[in-house]
């Protein structure tokens, strides 16, 4: 079974520019997270749809950060324009709705360095 | 403020012994509890969960001990192989009840 899939594994842009995130979730799995993974604050949530609507967006940091979920196979993460305090690892996950109990799971992350 | 501490950056742990990984958290209401793995380059996998009805949930090699009045856990993995060398998370409900609240993850090194 394909797990959830990101692109691109990794990303290294100037700062200013437009950088554009994508996931493709479990098929079948309605609900989908984007966190971002930094040295100190650890693993953060940045938004979490269900049923491809934006549910919970407080954990994205500023307006230069936006999310989509067109349908429910894809979902983007847009940053812009981007600045060197964003380099991280950015981490999409998807379950089934229901319980939080149920386990996320995780794509294989895209590493982001802005220069 | 952290709602799930793992407090042990790192541990060492030779092949064959014992690893035990501890996480302690500050929500008495939490009830639910899951421990994930990560390699380098990959997504955390899940592992193993308990709910708090429990205070051990065992799978294989891995069992999880929950002290609900000391409110921390344990992740127990024996006997311990290279293989088992990775990053692991605990993480328990967050604000929403659908959100994960994270610990920052403690590394595993076991030895040959």
């Known amino acids: 079974d394909a797990g959830v899939i990101q692109s691109p594994r990794h990303e290294v842009t100037e700062m200013g520019q437009e950088v554009t995130l994508r996931c493709k979730p479990i098929?079948?799995?309605?609900?989908l997270f984007w966190y971002r993974q930094t040295m100190m604050r650890g693993l953060e949530l940045l938004i979490y749809?269900?049923?491809?609507?934006?549910?919970?967006d407080s954990g994205m940091p500023e307006d230069r950060f936006s999310a989509k979920m067109p349908n429910a196979s894809f979902s983007t993460l847009k940053i812009q324009p981007s600045e060197p305090r964003d380099s991280a690892v950015y981490f999409c996950?998807?379950?089934?709705?229901?319980?939080?109990?149920?386990?996320?799971?995780f794509g294989d992350g895209t590493r982001l360095s802005i220069l | 403020d952290q709602q799930v501490k793992q407090n042990s950056p790192s541990l060492s742990v030779q092949e064959g012994r014992i690893s035990i990984l501890n996480c302690d958290y500050t929500n008495s209401m939490f009830d639910y509890f899951l421990w994930y793995k990560k390699y380098p380059a990959e997504g955390p996998t899940f592992l193993i969960s308990?709910?708090?009805?429990?205070d051990k949930n065992e799978d294989g090699r891995f069992t999880v001990f929950l002290n609900k009045s000391a409110k921390h856990l344990s992740l127990h993995i024996v006997p311990s192989q290279p293989g088992d060398s990775a990053v692991y998370f605990c993480a328990g409900p967050g604000a929403g009840s659908y959100q994960l609240t994270f610990g920052k993850g403690t590394k595993l090194s076991v030895i040959p």
């Open positions: 996950a998807s379950k089934h709705s229901g319980s939080g109990s149920q386990p996320q799971h």
């Open positions: 749809f269900n049923n491809n609507v934006p549910i919970d």
């Open positions: 308990i709910s708090s009805i429990k």
């Open positions: 098929s079948g799995h309605n609900s």
